[in-house]
C-alpha cells in the first residue's frame, strides 16, 4: 500500500493536511517499506481552503493512509471518502519511526482499523483485475 507523510521536510510527520507543503511517499508491505519520492504541493494553488485541500488530496491520491499532525473536519470527510484514511499523530513524529510501527502493526494482528483499510485495498485490486480482464 501507498502511504503518505504531511512532512515539510521529508523526515518528521510534522505538518497540518491542509498547510502541508510537501508528502514524502512510501510504499509499506509486510516486512517491507521503501520512498517513492516527496510530492510538493505547487505554490500557485487556489487560497480558498477548498482549493488547498483538493490539490493535496489529488496529489496523495494513490495513497492508502495519509499520517499527518492534524486535519479539519470537513477534509477528513473529503479524504476519507477518497478510500484514504488520516491518521493522526504526534507533531515530530519521525517518518521512519511511524514506518517500522506501520510494519510492527502488520506483523502481528493489525488493530481494526488497518485490518479494513487492508481489506478495502484488497477488494480494490479484484475489482481492477477483474475489469481488466472483462476489457481484454
Known amino acids: 500500500m501507498r502511504v503518505a507523510f504531511a512532512t515539510d521536510d521529508g523526515v518528521h510527520v510534522n505538518a497540518h ?20 519520492e516527496n510530492r510538493t504541493v505547487p505554490t500557485q494553488i487556489s487560497s480558498d481552503e477548498t482549493g488547498k485541500i483538493d490539490v493535496r488530496i489529488s496529489l496523495i491520491g494513490d495513497c492508502t493512509l495519509v499520517f499527518l499532525m492534524q486535519i479539519g473536519a470537513s477534509a477528513a470527510a473529503r479524504v476519507t471518502r477518497r478510500k484514504m484514511m488520516p491518521v493522526k499523530v504526534p507533531s515530530g513524529v519521525p517518518i521512519e519511526e511511524q514506518i517500522g510501527r506501520l510494519l510492527e502493526m502488520l506483523r502481528g494482528k493489525p488493530p481494526m482499523w488497518l485490518s479494513k483499510v487492508l481489506l478495502a485495498e484488497e477488494e480494490a485490486a479484484s475489482e481492477q483485475e477483474v475489469e481488466g480482464r472483462n476489457e481484454g
Open 17 to 36: 493536511f491542509g498547510h502541508s507543503p510537501m508528502f514524502a511517499v512510501y510504499e509499506v508491505r509486510p516486512g517491507d517499506a521503501r520512498f517513492i
